[in-house]
C-alpha cells in the first residue's frame, strides 16, 4: 500500500519562508504525478502545485505563482514557498495516484503570522 509523509511545517511570519517535504513509500512506487493541497480553517482543500514524475510539467495555482516552487528528486517532492503572507495559513497535504486511487498524506501545518 502507498502511503505519503509530510514534513516541513511551522510557524513563520509574513515575508518568510518554508520547504515542505512528502515522500512516498515504498521505494517501488512509481508515481505518475504528485502535488500539494492545502485547506484553510472554515475552507475547502483547494490545489497548489503538481510535477510529473519525469519533473517536466509543472503547475501552480495562481495565488502561489512567483512564491512557491516544486521539485522532486526519486519518491519525495517539495514545494519551498517564499514570501509567505498570511492568507497562506493552511494544512498542507501531500497527494498522488495509485492505480486509480488517490493517496493522501496526514497534513502538514502551515502558520504565516506575526
Known amino acids: 500500500q502507498v502511503q505519503l509523509a509530510e514534513s516541513g511545517g511551522g510557524l513563520v511570519q509574513p515575508g518568510g519562508s518554508l520547504r515542505l517535504s512528502c515522500e512516498a513509500s515504498?521505494?517501488?512506487?512509481?508515481?505518475?504525478?504528485m502535488g500539494w493541497f492545502r485547506q484553510a480553517p472554515g475552507k475547502e482543500r483547494e490545489f497548489v502545485s503538481t510535477i510529473s514524475s519525469d519533473g517536466r510539467y509543472l503547475y501552480y495555482a495562481d495565488s502561489v505563482k512567483g512564491r512557491f516552487t516544486i521539485s522532486s528528486a526519486k519518491n519525495t517532492i517539495y514545494l519551498q514557498m517564499n514570501s509567505l503572507k498570511p492568507e497562506d495559513t493552511a494544512v498542507y497535504y501531500c497527494?498522488?495516484?495509485?492505480?486509480?486511487?488517490?493517496?493522501w498524506g496526514q497534513g502538514t501545518q502551515v502558520t504565516v503570522s506575526s
Open positions: 515504498p521505494e517501488s512506487f512509481d508515481p505518475y504525478t
Open positions: 497527494k498522488t495516484i495509485w492505480g486509480t486511487i488517490p493517496v
